[in-house]
Antibody, heavy 123, light 107 residues
């Protein structure tokens, strides 16, 4: 079955870059039917979709407007993983970050999810 | 953005009770509505997709209904393992958005 394994630091200093990776097993980042998502959760913002990447004859990337000037999501086909970078972080970016698999049709949902990474933005 | 509003934000009920959770979308989303269950320290888990389709392995005491802007998740007989927070999520358009959650607690 598909499994997602997240990795990355749990503490980031203000103004620096948050970087997380999500390793995929049991599926391919280049799948034509899957999307690869980043979602975060905090008490103040709840569950917040950040963006996704997917391949459908070519690579597509969608970002939430709230973070689009600071975010990069990128696939790595050689390692079968995808990554999140969030620049210029502030304490408001403190959250549990999840990766998840979605689908390329509007009927799709998020499943499975990674285990979550608590990222704290603090000096 | 489509806003998803869940009510109540929390509820307390005894084992065996029938509970109904509500999710309202700020505009019509057809049948593109999913429900997740989240337990403390864990990632959300898909329960129901497309309003009323149970994910494999989900007990039949869970059911979903609705269309357009108003949706419900019903647990027909609350069990100890059902105490969790439940989230709705629309897949109709990006940005994909979630409701604020309903926390179901033991009475």
């Amino acid at each position: 079955q598909v499994q997602l394994q997240q990795s990355g630091p749990g503490l980031v200093k203000p103004s620096q870059t948050l970087s997380l990776t999500c390793a995929i097993s049991g599926d391919s980042v280049s799948s034509n039917s899957a999307t690869w998502e980043w979602i975060r959760q905090s008490p103040s913002r709840g569950l917040e979709w950040l963006g996704r990447t997917y391949y459908k004859s070519k690579w597509y990337i969608d970002y939430a407007i709230s973070v689009e000037r600071r975010i990069t999501i990128s696939p790595d086909t050689s390692k079968n993983h995808f990554s999140l970078q969030l620049n210029s972080v502030t304490p408001e970016d403190t959250a549990v970050y999840f990766c998840a698999r979605g689908g390329t049709t509007v009927e799709d949902w998020f499943d499975p999810w990674g285990q979550g990474t608590l990222v704290t933005v603090s000096s | 953005d489509i806003q998803m509003t869940q009510s109540p934000s929390s509820l307390s009920a005894p084992i065996g009770d029938r509970v109904t959770l509500t999710c309202r979308a700020s505009q019509s989303i057809g049948s593109y509505l999913n429900w997740y269950q989240q337990k403390p320290g864990k990632a959300p888990k898909i329960l129901i997709y497309g309003v009323s389709n149970l994910q494999s392995g989900v007990p039949s005491r869970f059911s979903g209904s609705g269309s357009g802007t108003d949706f419900t998740l019903t647990i027909s007989s609350l069990q100890p393992e059902d105490f969790a927070t439940y989230y709705c999520q629309q897949s109709y358009s990006t940005p994909l958005t979630f409701g604020g959650g309903t926390k179901v607690e033991i009475k």
